[in-house]
Every structure is written in structure tokens, then in C-alpha cells.
């Protein structure tokens, strides 16, 4: 119990300090918005994943549908950038609310398919409704607002958004942190481990499924409402089933069954594609690829998967 | 009404290339159980291993050599990545792999073959329509519609006939069975990804007729591909066939009308089956799941 | 030419590494010695290097790469030595605003340069004017990147989509009937030439027989072609490009339409016609800019100049990247300054010189809307050549008689204060 203090102290106190430290290494606190971006996005999805054992391949809509969200409600609404987090959410956790019901009855592949299906339908609509989402062009022409708070008008330049970004972070986090020691996320890994016996001891198990999938699309909906202020710009390619499927890789490299392991995993995927593509433009893909491979076949656990168990044997 | 019927046909067309796609990836599925990601790359692979060799042997020589050359890499990449994944029952990890391999194969053949694209000649005789009113049917695909039933014929007729074969319908129901019962499954499983595999080779090269052959020729059609094994029922076979003929009409009618929707219709139809009939057209219930 | 690509970013990363590791600077020692303590002047260059683009994006940098070479030989920019620091957008417009903006902030470029879709353009000048950071939209053709959305520190090179449809409609209804039929891809390029091409054809009193109008990315034309057909146009006008265009010709061409009427396109480039087969290599559109031109001087050194670098003939693409990274030296040699406004200030009206612009008409960059003011090369598909004599010149118009006025553009210019 204390180990889990002292890492999520060293954890947070990281992510805090980060405006200082992350310079020293090469770093740049554009690049740590992003990784943080993500990380959310793949701790949201790791609750389907990770914890209660749905292979999710289409979390990249709830995601764009957030970034949508978001940058819609700025263009036409208002300029609040705080409202506009909070829509660009709300769109990402109903449409993966109302979706739920379609999916939570399918497992394995099956649930990987239909929940591709979705999003590839998704990522269609904003691909071809040019008048609405800029189609192909993506939709530009928000941008994030200085920040009122009262007694101070912040503008979000880059280390003023990582803040930004941390705090709502923090509440993501927290929330998945919470759910997870109720009994809600008991009963998630209890029909992750498995769904049968789950069953036979009367637990509606698709209704379970149909809440992880929805607070994963509400995490996915905040994690792409942070994304499209990030870039000021959303596209269809944010919805495509390959982002689906590097919010997967994220979560498997840092480990599914920890509470960190996603962070881990966004951490070295973002920052290598970041660093390689600058290395090699032309040959970046290799190394992404080479990076699944290796991921798969050594640390089928994760990172953290790896730590956990030398600790153990320690 | 005309127009309607030229597109369903020109879209069953579309459906047997899919099919074939479809095939390749569902005995993969079914014997190896590996979600391949990788299948849309050995599709390029085979083709511009053809394109590659076409000055040399011919057309006719290419369209053989280059799938059975896709086939071997099939082996190898088998051998020395896929096997890893055969004691992993959850098959997030074979599809997480081959879609990294998929990104390599991508980057490869761009550093191999440069980005810009490759014109592929084909036969001047099979360059030109047959008749008039039916003008987009064209010498050229009419030749691949038979290829491509030549293709399943001779796969359908391998799988009942040849003991290899029969070894390979047995593992697809049954692997551990087959295994006690003495059949080298090691064996038995690389020859069904190399097959998988050459019938995606196969598939590029006649692709690369209609095509650009390009490095990211393989990118949309991976999906498309997923799709039809997915409505034909997976661990069919014939189920894939089907699914691969069904989403290319139905793309192909839907282009018809509404243009903008074609290639959004066939993700409509798959999510309607899984609502509906999870198990696909002709699929077994309970696999993958 | 892989490893000569790889080479550059390399020796980027090892500077800066020797910035913070002393031990390092024996590496590149070359490159320090002459630099002699001065930092570079960095040109960030963004274009997708992988995707469907690749094969554009990398001519473009070739070509840039080939004026740095030329500059840094007679002394670089302002005394110092230039260096380019490449990135690569994937097509991907929000990838590319990022690498746009990791290159300001992280490695800070003086000057960047890149795009080949409009998309990408259009949404780098913007991130640009965000930094007030001068940008050259090297491709990226749409209109509003110098009309409604320009920007004091955004400068085009290639042509704006109304200057191509003016220069191929001009020649169509020149020497063909006016019986058209037009195919739109659906996305902003597409819908910005079709609105020019069709508006011209209306004003010329001919016969728009319909537009079918294809998703960006489509493989199968069939539906299309078949509508085509049964209309009987005199001329077929194509807005495709890239994959697109390639997919779209040789579907055409097996159902031997290319022999029953004109084949036209506002932009033919070098790479796609090269990836056609020889009977699909057909129809009449316009070049940015073509490598055999015999009477043009210097044209035939830059030719065998960059034939010899990179084994390939340059292709519109690599003019353009050319052009782009010469005008930062001649803006910068002009302002006595690599300041953003005073860069900016001096490449409006700026002439290419002869030996940079290798095209008749004097190419200039226009005051008031930044839009350089390019020769169209109009000509028709050479099918009996091989590559790279893929196309034959039959006219050369000059750009400034094609562009519309920055005022009917809608273009409002505001330097800062």
C-alpha cells in the first residue's frame, strides 16, 4: 500500500514539475501536452481494455467526436475554452452512451469489429460532410481562448496549456482511479476474469460493459476535446481506425493491467515518433512498427507489466 | 434502371477481388488464428515483386512468380514473428504485430521501390473493351474474374482432395485433435500462412492492372478486406466468398446513387450483421470470441 | 538516394548535440570549421515524406535541397550558411502544424517552406501567422491561401486553382469543341477548379453536360465513366491528382475512352504521368513548370545538375522547391535581413532572376496578395516519349495574365503594426 503512495507521489510530482525538467532532457512542453493528450485517452480506453477485458478497435471516434465537439462549439457557439472542453465531452461520452447498447453484447474480435464499424462510420461523416466538419480539408479556424479566471486573464501559450491540460488530466485520472477502487470497477475485473461465472453470480454483465464503454467514450470525448486545442485544428484522420489502434498499442507497451501503464506507453510512443520522425522523415515507420513488434513478442505485459514482476522476485 | 444494373455488376466485379482478399486472410484467421494486419501489405509485396520481374519473364511469369515469392516471405515472416503469438489465446497481440509489420512492410517497399508510383503494363491484348454497350467490361476483367474463380476453384479443390489439405479443414475445426492424432501442426500452420498469403500476392498483381501500384496501395483495402471475412462468417471459407461479392455490390450499388457513401456502406453493412447475426452469413458461433 | 536523404537530418541532430556535448563536434567537423562558430540560418522545411504524397513531398525537398547546396557555395545567406531541417507532415494536416510548430519553437528556423496539399498549406500559413513566422506554401494550390485567408507572412509559389483553370480552358476551347463533362474530387481543390473551370465554360457560351462529383480517394471510377460516356463530351475534364488521377486514367483508358474524346487536366505533374502506363500517358493540361525547355537559359545546367544529384529529371515539384528556398536568399540579400516583416516586405514584388526562375515571363512575387506570378506551361501528354519526355509545350502563359486580382480574390493584407 505504501509502494503505490510513493509511486503515484513521484508520478504526480513529475508531471507537475515538468515545465522544469523537461527542457534539460530535450524535451518541449508542446511534446508533453500531446503525451498527456494521449495517455488520457489510452487510460480511458485501458478501462475497456486492461480492466474489464473488451478489445476496443474504434476508440479513436469518441475521440474525434470530442475534438469535433470542441471545435464546433468555438467556431459557432462561444469562446469559452473551458465550456468547449467540457461539450467536446459530452458529444464523446453520449455518442459512446448511446452507441453502448449495440456493442456490449459482442466479445473478442467481435467487439474489436463492431466497434471499428462504428467508428469507420464516424469517420466517414466527418470525412464527407464538407459544410459541417471541413471534410477531407479538416476544420480549422478555432482556436483556444485566454483563459478568464476572475481575477486574471491567462493566455494558453505552451506552458500555460500543459497546465491546462495536467488539471484535466488530474480529473480523468482521478476518476478512473476512483472507479476502480469501487466496487463498479470490482465488478469490471471480475468479468474481465471471467464473464461467465460473472454471469452465474447475477451480475448484469452486459450492463457493465455498456458503463465501462460509455465513461471509456467520456475519457476519449475530454482527451480529444484537449487534443483539437492543442493543434487548433481537427481532421477526419483523428477518427480513423489506425489512431484507434495507437491508443491500443499505447495501452498494451505500457501495460493493461496497471493504473499507469498507458501513461508509460504514450510517453515512449509519442515521444519516439516525435524523435524519430525528426531523425529519419522517410523511415520513421520502421521503427514504429519495429517498436509493436518488439512491444509484443517481449513485453506482452507492458513496461510496467516487466517492473512489476522483478519487484515481485526482488 | 440500366445504369443501376451496370453498377451492381461492375460492383460484383470489385466484390471478387475483395473475395479473394477475403479468402487469403480467412484461413489465416482460422488455422493460425492471426488477426493479419499485415495482409494488404503482402497484396503490394506480390505486386511489385511481379512488376519487378515482369521485364524479365513476362506478364504471364510474373503473375505466378510473385505471389509464390509473396508465399515464401510468408514463411519466413511465419517462422520468425507470427509463431510467437500461437500461445497468446487473446488476439489483441497477433493483430497488434502484424499491424506494426504492416507499417515496415509499407516503409520498405517505399525505400526498395521509391514513393512515386509504377506503371504496370499489362497485355495489350486484354487492354480494351469487349463490347460497346458494355464498355467497362474490359478485357482485363474479365480475365481477372477468371483468374480469381481459377484461384478459389483450385483452393476449394486442394482443401477437399489433397491429404495436406483435409489436414489443413481439420486444424481450421479442430487443432488439437489434428495435433494428438500425429500431424506435424508446425508444419501445417506455415503452409496455411504462406497460402494465405500467396492468394494476397495474387491479389496485388491483378490490382496492379486497375491500380496504381503504389506503396499505400495496400491501405484501404486491409479493412475492406476484415469486413467481407467478418459479414461472410469467420472460419468460413466459403462465408468469405460470399462477403467479399456481397460488400463489393453493395458499394457498388450504393455508388449509384450516393457517391459520397460508397465506401461507408460496407462498414453499415458489417455493423448491421453483428447486430443482427453476430456469427456472420455462414460463420461457426463461438470463434474468437 | 535514400541514404542522401537520411544524411541531412542526421547531421542536423548532431550539431545540435554537439551545441551540448563538446566531445561530439569532431563529427562534424566539416560543417563547423566553416560555420566558424556562427550559428546557421535554418529553414524549416515541412512535406509528407510518406503517405500518398510521398513521392511530391520528397521532389520538393530535392529540389530545395539543391538550391541550399548552390547557396551555401556562393557564401550562404547574409554570410552565414544555410541548413534545412526537413519533417515529414504525412499529409497529416494536424502532423503537419505540429512539426510547423516543434521547428519554430524547438529548433528555431528562420524561415519555413513546404505543403502539397491545400489543406496542409492553408493550415501551416496559418500556424505560421500565429508565430509571425514567413512561410512559403510551395504547393497547395487553393485559393484562399492568397484570397480570402491570406496572411503578410504567408508567400505561394505554385499557382493559385484559378490560374490553372484559366490557362487549360483558354487552349480547350481553343482547339477542342465546347461540350464538356467534369469530375470533381470532394474536397476544396476539386470545388475550387471546378467553380473556375465550369464559371469559364459558361462564360464561353458552351455546354456544361454534368460533374460527377467522387470522394477523395475512390478506386473505382466505373459509375462514373459510365455516365461519361453515355453524355458523349468533346472534353473530359479531370480534377483529380495523384492516386487519384492515376486510378482514374487507367480505368479510362482500358474502356478506350482516351480514343472517343479529349482527356484535360488543370495540373499534370512528372510523377503521376510517370507511374501511368503507356497507353493511359494522354490528354491535354498544364505543367507548372516543364524541363525541356531549349531556348530558356539555364535551364539545361539546373537539369543535368539535379538529374546527376538525385538520377531523376526534375519535376514541377522540384522547381517549386527550388524556387522556394532561392527566394529566402534573394528576399534576404534584398532586406539585409532575415527578420520576418523586412523579409516580407522585400519579397513583395520580388523577381526571380533568370538562373532561379528558368521559365520566360519573369515570375515575381505579387504585393498584394503574395501569389507568385508563374508561367503555365499548357501542352498535351506525349504518349510515343519515355520518361522523362512524357509531355509536349504548346504554350506558355504568363501568370500575372491568368491570376484574378487580389482585390476580386478577397484578399485583405495586414502587415503588424
Known amino acids: 500500500m505504501s509502494r503505490r503512495i510513493y509511486v503515484n507521489g513521484a508520478v504526480w510530482l513529475l508531471l507537475l514539475t515538468a515545465a522544469l525538467w523537461l527542457p534539460l532532457i530535450g524535451g518541449y512542453m508542446a511534446l508533453a501536452s500531446r503525451v498527456l493528450v494521449y495517455a488520457l485517452a489510452a487510460m480511458g480506453l485501458n478501462l475497456l481494455l486492461g480492466f474489464t477485458g473488451c478489445m476496443s478497435f474504434g476508440e479513436a471516434a469518441y475521440f474525434g467526436l470530442g475534438g469535433y465537439g470542441t471545435g464546433l462549439f468555438l467556431t459557432h457557439l462561444t469562446h469559452s475554452t473551458v465550456l468547449a472542453v467540457i461539450a467536446g465531452t459530452i458529444v464523446g461520452g453520449l455518442a459512446a452512451f448511446l452507441f453502448g447498447p449495440l456493442v456490449m453484447r459482442r466479445r473478442g474480435i467481435y467487439f474489436a469489429m463492431i466497434t471499428v464499424a462504428i467508428g469507420q462510420i464516424f469517420y466517414f461523416i466527418a470525412e464527407r460532410w464538407n459544410s459541417f466538419t471541413g471534410g477531407e480539408d479538416g476544420l480549422a479556424g478555432f482556436s483556444r481562448q485566454p483563459l478568464h479566471l476572475g481575477f486574471a486573464i491567462v493566455p494558453l501559450d505552451a506552458v500555460a496549456f500543459y497546465y491546462f491540460v495536467l488539471f484535466f488530466f488530474a480529473i480523468g485520472a482521478g476518476v478512473i482511479a476512483l472507479l476502480l477502487h469501487s466496487p463498479l470497477g470490482h465488478t469490471f475485473i471480475a468479468i474481465r476474469e471471467n464473464r461467465r461465472r460473472a454471469q452465474f453470480l447475477g451480475i448484469h454483465v452486459e450492463r457493465y460493459v455498456w458503463a465501462s464503454f460509455a465513461i471509456a467514450g467520456v475519457i476519449a470525448g475530454l482527451a480529444g476535446a484537449l487534443n483539437a486545442l492543442q493543434n487548433n485544428f481537427i481532421s477526419p484522420i483523428n477518427l480513423y481506425w489506425v489512431e484507434s489502434g495507437n491508443l491500443v498499442i499505447m495501452a498494451v507497451l505500457g501495460g493493461m493491467r496497471s493504473f499507469w501503464g498507458p501513461l508509460v506507453g504514450a510517453i515512449i510512443f509519442v515521444g519516439i515518433q516525435d524523435y524519430v520522425s525528426s531523425y529519419f522523415p522517410n523511415n520513421w515507420e520502421t521503427f514504429i512498427g519495429g517498436l509493436f513488434i518488439v512491444a509484443v513478442i517481449f513485453f506482452p505485459n507492458g513496461i510496467l507489466g516487466i517492473v512489476r514482476r522483478r519487484m515481485k522476485a526482488a | ?289 | 538516394m535514400s541514404t542522401e536523404r537520411i544524411k541531412l537530418p542526421v547531421q542536423r541532430r548532431t550539431i545540435l548535440k554537439a551545441g551540448v556535448a563538446l566531445g561530439a563536434t569532431q563529427v562534424m567537423s566539416p560543417f563547423v570549421i566553416k560555420a566558424l562558430g556562427e550559428t546557421p540560418v535554418k529553414i524549416g522545411w515541412i512535406d509528407p515524406f510518406t503517405g500518398t504524397y510521398a513521392a511530391l513531398g520528397t521532389s520538393q525537398l530535392n529540389g530545395a535541397k539543391m538550391a541550399v547546396g548552390e547557396i551555401n557555395k556562393k557564401g550562404g545567406i547574409l554570410g552565414r550558411q544555410v541548413q534545412i531541417l526537413a519533417e515529414d507532415s504525412a499529409a497529416n494536416v494536424g502532423q503537419a502544424t505540429e512539426k510547423l510548430n516543434k521547428l519554430v519553437d524547438q529548433e528555431k528556423v528562420d524561415f519555413t517552406a513546404g505543403g502539397v496539399s491545400s489543406a496542409e498549406a492553408a493550415a501551416m500559413s496559418h500556424a505560421a501567422n500565429l508565430k509571425s513566422m514567413l512561410y512559403i506554401a510551395v504547393g497547395g494550390h487553393v485559393d484562399t491561401i492568397t484570397g480570402t485567408d491570406c496572411y503578410w507572412n504567408t508567400f505561394k509559389l505554385c499557382s493559385d486553382t484559378w490560374m490553372l483553370s484559366e490557362a487549360l480552358c483558354a487552349t480547350l476551347l481553343k482547339k477542342f469543341g465546347k461540350r464538356w463533362y467534369f469530375c470533381t474530387p470532394d474536397y476544396a481543390w476539386g470545388h475550387f477548379l471546378y467553380k473556375g473551370a465550369s464559371t469559364i465554360l459558361d462564360q464561353a457560351k458552351g455546354t456544361n453536360l454534368g460533374n460527377a462529383v467522387l470522394p477523395l480517394g475512390a478506386t473505382d471510377f466505373t459509375s462514373a465513366l459510365i455516365k461519361v460516356q453515355q453524355a458523349k463530351p468533346d472534353v473530359f475534364v479531370v480534377f483529380q491528382s495523384g492516386d487519384d488521377f492515376v486510378n482514374l486514367m487507367k480505368q479510362a483508358t482500358q474502356f478506350g475512352m482516351t480514343k472517343t474524346m479529349a482527356f484535360a487536366s488543370p495540373l499534370l505533374e512528372l510523377e503521376p504521368e510517370a507511374a501511368l502506363p503507356v497507353e493511359a500517358r494522354t490528354g491535354w493540361g498544364v505543367m507548372e513548370w516543364w524541363w525541356d525547355q531549349p531556348n530558356q537559359p539555364h535551364v539545361k545546367e539546373f537539369v543535368a545538375t539535379y538529374q546527376k544529384l538525385y538520377k531523376a529529371t526534375p519535376s514541377g515539384r522540384s522547381w517549386l522547391g527550388y524556387a522556394a528556398a532561392h527566394s529566402f536568399a534573394l528576399a534576404a540579400e534584398k532586406a539585409k535581413s532575415i527578420k520576418a516583416p523586412k523579409m516580407a516586405r522585400a519579397m513583395e514584388g520580388l523577381v526571380l532572376p533568370p538562373e532561379v526562375a528558368l521559365e520566360p515571363n519573369n515570375p515575381y512575387y505579387r504585393a498584394g496578395d503574395h501569389q507568385c506570378m508563374i508561367t503555365e506551361f499548357v501542352g498535351e501528354v506525349n504518349q510515343k516519349g519515355k520518361y522523362p519526355d512524357l509531355f509536349t509545350v504548346s504554350e506558355e502563359l504568363a501568370g500575372e495574365k491568368l491570376a484574378k486580382s487580389p482585390a476580386d480574390k478577397g484578399c485583405k493584407m495586414t502587415f503588424p503594426a
Open chain 2, 1 to 289: 434502371m440500366e445504369l443501376l444494373l451496370f453498377d451492381a455488376f461492375n460492383g460484383l466485379i470489385q466484390g471478387t477481388f475483395y473475395a479473394l482478399m477475403a479468402l487469403g486472410l480467412s484461413l489465416i484467421i482460422s488455422l493460425n488464428s492471426v488477426i493479419n494486419f499485415a495482409h494488404g501489405g503482402f497484396m503490394v509485396v506480390g505486386a511489385y515483386l511481379a512488376y519487378t520481374l515482369a521485364p524479365y519473364i513476362g506478364f504471364w511469369g510474373a503473375l505466378f512468380a510473385g505471389p509464390i515469392l509473396a508465399g515464401f516471405i510468408g514463411i519466413i515472416v511465419e517462422r520468425t514473428l507470427v509463431r510467437y503469438m500461437y500461445g497468446r489465446p487473446d488476439p489483441i497481440y497477433s493483430l497488434l504485430l502484424t499491424f506494426g509489420f504492416a507499417l515496415i512492410i509499407e516503409d520498405v517497399v517505399r525505400t526498395i521501390w521509391g514513393a512515386q508510383g509504377l506503371p504496370f503494363e499489362i497485355p495489350s491484348a486484354l487492354n480494351s473493351p469487349v463490347s460497346t454497350t458494355y464498355f467497362f467490361v474490359t478485357g482485363y476483367r474479365l480475365f481477372v474474374i477468371a483468374a480469381i474463380a481459377l484461384a478459389t476453384i483450385a483452393l476449394f479443390a486442394f482443401l477437399r482432395l489433397s491429404r495436406f489439405g483435409i489436414r489443413i479443414r481439420a486444424g481450421i475445426l479442430d487443432l488439437e485433435t489434428v495435433s494428438t492424432l500425429g500431424v506435424n501442426v508446425y508444419l501445417l500452420r506455415s503452409v496455411n500462412f504462406a497460402i494465405g498469403t500467396l492468394l494476397a500476392g495474387f491479389a496485388g498483381v491483378l490490382a496492379a492492372g486497375i491500380l496504381q501500384l503504389a506503396p499505400t496501395m495496400g491501405d484501404d483495402v486491409i479493412m475492406a478486406t476484415f469486413v467481407a471475412v467478418v459479414v461472410g462468417g469467420i472460419g468460413s471459407l466459403l462465408g468469405s466468398v460470399l462477403g467479399g461479392l456481397l460488400i463489393g455490390l453493395a458499394a457498388g450499388v450504393t455508388t449509384a446513387y450516393y457517391p459520397a457513401a460508397s465506401d461507408v456502406v460496407i462498414y453499415i453493412i458489417m455493423a448491421v450483421v453483428l447486430i443482427v447475426r453476430p456469427r456472420g452469413l455462414l460463420g461457426q458461433e463461438g470463434l474468437f470470441e
